[in-house]
Nanobody
Framework: VQLQASGGGLVQAGGSLRLSCAASGSFIIINTMAWYRQAPGKQRELVAAITVLRSTNYADPVKGRFTISRDNAKNTVYLQMNRLKPEDTAVYYC???????????????WGQGTLVTVSS
């Protein structure tokens, strides 16, 4: 399973960005898809997650500003980020728990990361 993230960039505080992450490859099912972020000098942290049934979970700092969604037909997860703040600046990584074809266990996959920079 390969994950390709896109949509990062430079935006002013208060602005919006939409990240996308498309999964490709051969798999039986993609369970949870999520976005993580890692700011300089900090550990990677969960931003938001969404299950295959579209149950969602958000980190407290982004609640009410970010929305995660997914299109199961396109195997794509999105992160709509509104009212961005300078502290949202980070590399954003998409993550997926998937069962690859020919396997019966779930494996953890990561995308390459996309940089989001929010200027004050």
């Amino acid at each position: 399973v390969q994950l390709q993230a896109s949509g990062g960039g430079l935006v002013q505080a208060g602005g919006s960005l939409r990240l996308s992450c498309a999964a490709s490859g051969s798999f039986i099912i993609i369970n949870t898809m999520a976005w993580y972020r890692q700011a300089p000098g900090k550990q990677r942290e969960l931003v938001a997650a969404i299950t295959v049934l579209r149950s969602t979970n958000y980190a407290d700092p982004v609640k009410g500003r970010f929305t995660i969604s997914r299109d199961n037909a396109k195997n794509t997860v999105y992160l709509q980020m509104n009212r961005l703040k300078p502290e949202d600046t980070a590399v954003y990584y998409c993550n997926a728990d998937a069962v690859p074809s020919g396997r019966s266990s779930t494996y953890d996959y990561w995308g390459q990361g996309t940089l989001v920079t929010v200027s004050s």
